[in-house]
């Protein structure tokens, strides 16, 4: 299922996932919530979305791990992490890992993660006509 406005968003927090998830959806994008980063790398192969919002600061499996995991099952599918971690060797760290764009919770403004969603999305769809 080719969808480049389908999401997944894993947080242990369901109320700020419900939260952008609503904000997300206005912008025409649907998003998949899993509030255990272990639950979704079980479903992982099972999945068809090529965007994922990652916290980093889970119990269990870190976000780190997560995107970990994620780049290695599949290096094409695009992460944007989320996270009230504001440490500079978090983010060097997520990057360095592949993530594509980190913001910081809470997030008092929508539209910079809107745009690096959006953003995502086109490029998804530049790699299906290519």
Request: proline share 4%; with cysteine; net charge neutral.
């Amino acid at each position: 299922m080719r969808n480049a406005r389908a999401i997944v968003h894993v947080d242990d927090d369901p109320m700020f996932t419900r939260l952008v998830a609503a904000q997300m959806s206005r912008l025409g994008f649907s998003v998949a919530e899993f509030h255990d980063a272990a639950e979704f790398l079980d479903a992982l192969p099972r999945r068809h979305e090529r965007l994922v919002l990652l916290d980093i600061a889970m119990p269990g499996i870190d976000g780190l791990e997560t995107l970990r995991r994620i780049k290695a099952f599949d290096g094409g599918i695009l992460v944007i992490v989320l996270t009230g971690v504001v440490e500079m060797t978090t983010v060097l760290e997520a990057l360095r890992c592949g993530a594509e764009a980190c913001f910081f919770k809470p997030l008092v403004d929508i539209q910079p993660l809107a745009r690096a969603v959006a953003c995502s999305s086109r490029k998804i769809e530049r790699w299906w006509q290519t």
